[in-house]
């Protein structure tokens, strides 16, 4: 059995603020099973009384290291969030390097943020600092990001989706990389700083207390001002990742009558009343794909579902002859909460 982080080693390090996605009471976590105390349900009880037996609500951990804190009530279809076609052709897009420049931006951003001035002091909290990466997808971005935060010194990252199959991709990937939270252990020496906790959850409603996050970041990932609001503390940190205008404008036109542009900078108007603005970067990239690479990118992107079957074909057939030019284009915003 994997050794538990949270029975014997509360003391030598930070575990997240969690909490029950269907009473709210604050979870208990073990290797095994992750189990709520209920004791908001007693508070809940309209007469004031406490229940003769309150119901705990208990979470398996999974084979793979994994929780899912995702009830049946949240899931809005049987298998939400991204399929495991999409996740696994994004995985190989992404292992061949096509948007590291992406990935290393994000990675030197996190590793320059003034963490320390600008959130409270946690250090003697339980919780320490926590970072969740949301829509964490199978984790390309958020094991780089870690690299990161452990400089930072955030004490652990938390990886929610809401796609099973993506959180079981990450939570091998982390467990390969000798980071799951799983293998955290009591001894000091063996120890793992900002070990990763890979949820299947809803960025909607966040198994996390309010107020307990040093950071959120959120790569082509749902934007939910209101909710990360709530879940950071004050001069917490939101790092967004977004397609820019002229994002692989030549595949588009290649598949598409007419290009509806990337709206870039709705949702900025939306985070306007909880966060100010600290930089926002540029970050573009030439491509040459072969077949394969851009069958994965069609595959990985919503394009796939609404282009005609004959434009793709003829775009898929064309890259087989000369390897297809395209230029990815991404804005990183990274915002405070005020
Ligand atoms: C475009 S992918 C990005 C994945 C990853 N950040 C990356 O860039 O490689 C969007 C991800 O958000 C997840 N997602 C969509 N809606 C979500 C929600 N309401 N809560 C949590 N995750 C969600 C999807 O399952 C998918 O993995
Ligand atoms: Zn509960």
Redesign the pocket.
Known sequence: MSPSPVSESAHTFAIPDFICPLCQSPLQLDAKSWTCDASQQASLMADGKTPAKLSHHSFDVARQGYVNLLPVQQKKSKA???SPES?AA?QRF?AAGHYAPLQTLIGEQLARLAIEESVEETVESKTGQCWA??????G???LAMREALVKQGIDSLIA????KP?VVTLAKASKAAGVLWQQATVQAAASIPCPIYPLV????HLPLAPGSLTGIS?????ILPEVFAQMLQPGGWLVI?KPDVGHLASVREALFDSVREHDSDKFLTQLEPYFTQHAVLSCNQELQLNQADLTDLLT?TPYAYRAQPAKRDALLTSANENEFKTEAKFVVYILRKR
Do not use: H, K, N, Q
């Not at 959850?201 to 909607?204: D, E, I, K, L, N």
């Not at 959120?218 to 749902?222: G, Q, V």
């Open positions: 939400p969030g991204d996740i994004r992404l990466d949301i829509g964490s997808g199978e390309y971005y958020t929610v989706d809401i796609s993506a959850a809803s960025a909607a959120t790569i082509f990932s749902p990742a990985m």
